[in-house]
Nanobody, 116 residues
Framework: QVQLVESGGGLVQPGGSLRLSCEGF????????LSWYRQTPGKDRELVAY????????SYADAVKGRFTISRDNVKNAVYLQMNSLKPEDTAVYYC?????????WGQGTQVTVSS
């Protein structure tokens, strides 16, 4: 059974940093485009950052551009989200996702809370 396992969430003060990790099990990340999403109560899940497969091209939501960086390590079968200059509005559950055409896998989510 395929599993995506996120880690690295927690409580951080405004202006602080966190690095989220997502490791894939029984799935080869090198074949998949990878993304990070986030969701707050009562709202739809929103795309935060995306990284492609071969070229490793990236894209970001406007709200996080210049503060967040997505990266991947196909040897470790992992994707990361470096989050800097965190704001209270970044508080959410963060999910990683792997996509290959019509195949989609989600992680279980990790809570990020930005508060003083």
């Amino acid at each position: 059974q395929v599993q995506l396992v996120e880690s690295g969430g927690g409580l951080v003060q405004p202006g602080g940093s966190l690095r989220l990790s997502c490791e894939g099990f029984r799935v080869s990340f090198s074949l998949y485009s990878l993304s990070w999403y986030r969701q707050t109560p009562g709202k739809d899940r929103e795309l935060v950052a995306y990284i492609g497969t071969i070229s490793g091209s990236t894209s970001y939501a406007d709200a996080v551009k210049g503060r967040f960086t997505i990266s991947r390590d196909n040897v470790k079968n992992a994707v990361y989200l470096q989050m800097n200059s965190l704001k209270p509005e970044d508080t959410a559950v963060y999910y990683c996702k792997a996509d290959l055409v019509q195949i989609h896998y989600w992680g279980q989510g990790t809570q990020v809370t930005v508060s003083s």
